[in-house]
């Protein structure tokens, strides 16, 4: 029983961050309609960006080894925000948005290859910048927990850099929930959203919405990708093992859904932890798409997905 709490706290704890990532995804895709395969790769970047932060611009003297690696984690979003939107002005735009409208389904062909080639290059860019040297934010947090208990002779560790990273996790999915349902740029999004034809002719700049809807995304899956690496090094191909788990979170919390994404990234954290008492760690992938299947299997919508009405 021990074992099964620990394993339960465990998964809670990596899934919120899980979780965050997925939001990400998923405001993208929600307002956007845009499969971004580069997703994982922002995340990388988003990885360094905290990174550099923290040991090179001078983070690290100010706040010191404990707090200055979520400083850095919360500046690396809007730094990734910002690399984002000029990505999307200058890429993504051309292949999405109002310009593709008529097209339908066509439109997605060149957005599927245009983000595979954006992944490409922010691979082998990575590595030609960063090496192939794995690196980690460490913190003295990272390898301290605290102890719940003993209850009935048991003891719940609790990571203190993993319990950081879940409040950070909630603080901004919070605040994420709160922008999009009480501002006005919020407002703009769902619109944009919902129905991009009637958004226009209600005043609302439907490339710009998307534009602000990709830099969103980009800030708050770099911060995701920075808590991660509070507890796992990382290279410039970690986007590929984390990029396929956000869209199985996307799809299981329910395609445009971001509150749905966060619960399917939580869902993929406890899966993934739980598995460890009766798999080996290599199969953990192969837990998370078994669950994954058998969700989609009685639920076709996820989580949160809304009922297609047919006409």
């Known amino acids: 029983m021990e074992g099964f709490f620990q394993a339960l706290a465990a998964g809670l704890l990596i899934g919120a961050v899980y979780g965050l ?33 923290f040991t090179a611009v001078g983070v690290q003297a100010l706040f010191g080894n ?40 066509e439109g997605h062909y060149a957005q599927l290859i245009l983000t595979l080639g ?21 913190t003295p947090l990272s390898s301290s927990a605290w102890e719940l208990g003993p209850f009935f002779e048991m003891s719940i560790f609790l990571n203190m850099a993993r319990s950081i990273d879940m409040i950070v996790s909630l603080a901004i999915m919070i605040l994420l929930s709160l ?26 700049d439907v490339d710009r919405a998307h534009r602000t809807a990709f830099a969103l995304g980009c800030g708050i ?12 090094p990382f290279h410039p ?13 996307v799809v299981l919390g329910g395609m445009g859904s971001i509150i749905g994404a966060f619960w399917g990234g939580m869902t993929i954290g406890l899966v993934q932890q739980m598995s460890t008492l009766i798999l080996p760690t290599q199969l953990q992938n192969a837990a998370i798409f078994a669950v994954f299947l058998l ?10 997905g809304r009922m297609v009405e047919r006409t």
């Open 21 to 53: 990532m997925c939001v990400g995804l998923g405001l993208i895709f929600g307002v956007m309609r845009v499969i971004n395969f580069a997703h994982g790769d922002f995340m990388m970047l988003g990885m360094y960006a905290a990174f550099y932060l």
């Open 118 to 138: 954006v992944a490409l290059i922010l691979q082998n860019g990575g590595l030609i910048v960063f090496g192939s040297v794995l690196a980690s934010i460490r």
């Open 66 to 105: 404990t707090v200055g690696p979520f400083v850095a984690i919360l500046l690396a979003g809007p730094v990734l925000a910002v690399f984002g939107y000029f990505v999307h002005l200058a890429l993504i735009s051309r292949v999405s948005g109002t310009r593709t409208a008529s097209l339908e389904g």
């Open 295 to 304: 969700i989609i299997f009685f639920r076709p919508r996820g989580f949160f």
């Open 221 to 232: 899956t770099a911060i995701a990708g920075g808590l991660l690496a509070t507890n796992y």
């Open 237 to 249: 191909f970690v986007g590929l093992e984390y990029v396929i788990v956000m869209y199985a979170g």
């Open 179 to 204: 922008l999009i349902t009480r501002t006005r740029i919020g407002k703009s999004l769902r619109a944009a959203a919902d129905n991009p034809t009637a958004a226009t002719y209600m005043g609302i």
